[in-house]
């Protein structure tokens, strides 16, 4: 009838809404995956060397704040800034700045001392979280708007990102992370933290170029996966190939999934994600991890670590 119409009409605006707002956190953060390819398919290897050299340098006129010291002394790590601004000195220097900056004011000189004051409080404050290192040592993390009882944005991005830091701490974690994003219960109200969403995007961009290595969507919106391939003229096909759109029904076994992300899980990580996405989206509704291996990956994430 009429008001069915009229309601299945509302649901798809609503929709529409809700991907147009959460469509540029997803884009950003792949923005700079695909810089390294572009600087060595363009000549420019050896700008990107040279300017690493350069970042040594000036590093090397100023004491390094104790908890920068290690990061600035691995060259993989600023060679991340001298390939995200191609090459470019002054660029280079200016975004390691800004990093180093920030992260004198959101980390510890010890990782492992690393904690969300949020989560400290409530357990569930946020849902982005550790499951453990897949077959390629990435660490996965998991992560649901609907689950988490806060998304304000600077205890947000500061959960995120030390949750991050907290894994690239150990030597044995690769230097790129997978991020699964489950939609199930995914709403407007979600989509609507725009103030969360464009600090996620300057601290993807800006803090941690060249780390993501995978985004893995579970049950998106159909209209995200329309405007994801009206985009996909526009953007270089090794970042485009970094998102990965799944349909997961009740049931499914995760295992016989070939998408990139979810094919190179463990079998513990693709028995927790099916159980998971058959719980109710919503604060504390997830079942436990104890059975994964993630030491040395969680501190107070909301984690359902019981």
Request: glycine content about 8%.
């Amino acid at each position: 009838g009429g008001g069915e119409d009229k309601q299945v009409a509302t649901t798809a605006r609503r929709s529409f809404r809700a991907c147009v707002l959460v469509l540029p956190l997803i884009m950003a953060a792949m923005a700079h995956e695909a810089s390294f390819d572009r600087a060595a398919s363009g000549g420019r290897a050896d700008m990107a060397e040279q300017c690493c050299d350069g970042l040594e340098e000036w590093l090397g006129g100023f004491e390094v704040h104790e908890v920068n010291r290690e990061f600035c002394r691995d060259r993989r790590n600023l060679m991340r800034f001298a390939v995200a601004r191609r090459g470019n000195l002054e660029g280079a220097r200016k975004q390691l700045d800004k990093c180093l900056r920030w992260r004198e004011e959101n980390l510890t000189a010890d990782p492992l001392h690393l904690k969300c004051d949020d989560c400290e409080r409530d357990r569930h404050s946020h849902c982005f979280f550790s499951l453990g290192l897949d077959a390629i040592s990435r660490n996965v993390v998991y992560a649901s708007a609907p689950r988490a009882r806060t998304n304000e944005a600077h205890g947000a991005v500061s959960h995120m990102s030390r949750t991050l830091e907290l894994g690239w701490s150990h030597p044995h974690v690769a230097p790129q992370w997978v991020w699964i994003v489950d939609f199930n219960g995914f709403s407007m109200k979600d989509a609507m933290q725009i103030k969360t969403s464009v600090a996620v995007m300057s601290t993807f961009s800006d803090i941690m170029p060249e780390r993501l290595g995978q985004i893995v969507l579970v049950n998106p919106p159909t209209i995200l996966s329309i405007i994801l391939a009206a985009c996909k003229p526009f953007v270089d096909e090794r970042t485009m190939s970094k998102v990965v759109r799944v349909k997961i029904k009740p049931g499914d076994d995760i295992s016989q999934h070939t998408a990139a992300g979810l094919s190179t899980l463990t079998g513990p990580q693709q028995t927790w994600l099916q159980k998971a996405l058959s719980y109710k989206a919503e604060a504390g509704s997830l079942p436990p991890i104890g059975g994964l291996d993630t030491e040395g990956l969680l501190f107070a994430t909301g984690a359902p670590v019981q």
